[in-house]
C-alpha cells in the first residue's frame, strides 16, 4: 500500500523544517546540571521541573529578604526570583512559599550583618567615664544596645538611676558626630529624676534630655548646629559649660532658650527664650 507510506513521510519532513528543536530532541538529554541544563524547547515539557532536581521550600519570615536567602543558599538572587516566578521582589510579604532550587536541604539562615554608624567616643564628665557607643544603624535609626549604652552613662549619679533614654535623642547625638567628626562628646547631664514639690516636668525626668558639648567646639557653634533639629528643645547656657537638647512630641515643633544662670543657680532667663 504505497500510498499511506508517501503521506507518513511527507508529515516527518514538514514537521522538522518547521520544528527548530527537532534535532536536539532526537539527540539524548544531557544530564541535568541544575539551572545551567539547556531549556527544552517544547512548552509542555518545560514548566515542569525534572523530578530529581534539588530544591527545597521555605516559608519566608517577616523581615527576611531575598538577599538573606541568597546568601545563606549561596546563589544569585536572580536565581530565586525566576524559580518562583517573582515579578515585583519588594511585594514579597511574610508567609509566602518559596523554592530555592539546586539545593537539597534547608540551612540556618545567614543574614547580612547591619549596617550600622562607626562608634563614637564619649565622656562622662562627673565619673571620668569613656566609652564608645554606636548611636545609629546605616538608616539613622537608633540602633537598640546604642540606646542601652548610652542610658547607662547618662544616668542619674545622684539618684543612683537609669532610665531609657528616647531613641531619637540618640538619633540627633549621631547627627552631631557626623557633623563634628572625630571629636568627642562629653555628658554633662542625661537622666534626672523629678524632685519632689518641683513645679513643671523637665525633659530629663523622662529620658528625653541631654546636657553635653563637644570637644574643641564652641558652644555657640553646637547650639546653632542643634537648632537645626525639628522637633527639638535647644538651651544655650552661656555661663555654663553645656548646651541642652531635648526631643520634643513630633509635630510640636522647635523650641529655644537662653539662661544666664552660673551652674548651681536658679534659671535666668534671656532673650530667646521658646
Ligand atoms: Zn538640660
Not at 129 to 140: I, K, P, S, W
Not at 150 to 170: C, G, K, Y
Not at 225 to 230: G, P, S, T, V
Request: hydrophobic share 35%.
Amino acid at each position: 500500500m504505497p500510498r499511506p507510506i508517501i503521506v507518513v513521510g511527507l508529515a516527518v519532513f514538514v514537521w522538522a523544517g518547521d520544528a527548530p528543536g527537532y534535532r536536539e530532541l532526537a539527540e539524548p538529554v544531557p544530564a541535568a546540571r541544575s539551572s545551567e541544563a539547556p531549556r527544552p524547547r517544547r512548552p509542555s515539557a518545560s514548566r515542569r521541573p525534572a523530578r530529581h532536581a534539588p530544591r527545597v521550600q521555605i516559608t519566608l519570615d517577616a523581615g527576611v529578604t531575598l538577599v538573606d536567602l541568597a546568601r545563606t543558599y549561596e546563589i544569585p538572587v536572580a536565581r530565586i526570583i525566576a524559580a518562583n516566578g517573582i515579578r515585583e521582589p519588594r511585594s514579597l510579604h511574610a508567609g509566602r512559599k518559596l523554592v530555592i532550587p539546586g539545593v537539597s536541604k534547608r540551612r540556618p539562615l545567614r543574614r547580612r550583618p547591619i549596617c550600622k554608624s562607626p562608634a563614637v567616643e564619649f565622656l562622662r564628665v562627673a565619673t571620668d567615664e569613656q566609652v564608645r557607643v554606636v548611636l545609629t544603624r546605616c538608616n539613622g535609626e537608633a540602633d537598640p544596645a546604642g540606646v542601652e549604652r548610652l542610658s547607662h552613662l547618662a544616668r542619674s549619679l545622684r539618684a543612683d538611676a537609669e532610665l531609657t533614654l528616647h531613641p531619637r535623642l540618640l538619633e540627633m547625638l549621631q547627627k552631631v558626630a557626623t557633623h563634628f567628626s572625630g571629636r568627642r562628646l562629653e555628658v554633662i547631664s542625661g537622666y534626672r529624676p523629678h524632685k519632689q514639690g518641683r513645679v513643671g516636668v523637665s525633659n530629663h525626668t523622662r529620658g528625653r534630655a541631654i546636657d553635653f558639648r563637644v570637644a574643641g567646639v564652641p558652644n555657640e557653634t553646637l547650639r546653632d548646629f542643634c537648632r537645626a533639629f525639628d522637633d527639638a528643645g535647644v538651651g544655650y547656657y552661656p555661663n555654663s559649660v553645656f548646651v541642652h537638647l531635648d526631643v520634643r512630641d513630633q509635630g510640636s515643633g522647635k523650641a529655644f532658650w537662653v539662661d544666664y544662670s552660673r551652674p548651681g543657680e536658679a534659671p535666668r532667663y534671656g532673650r530667646g527664650r521658646g
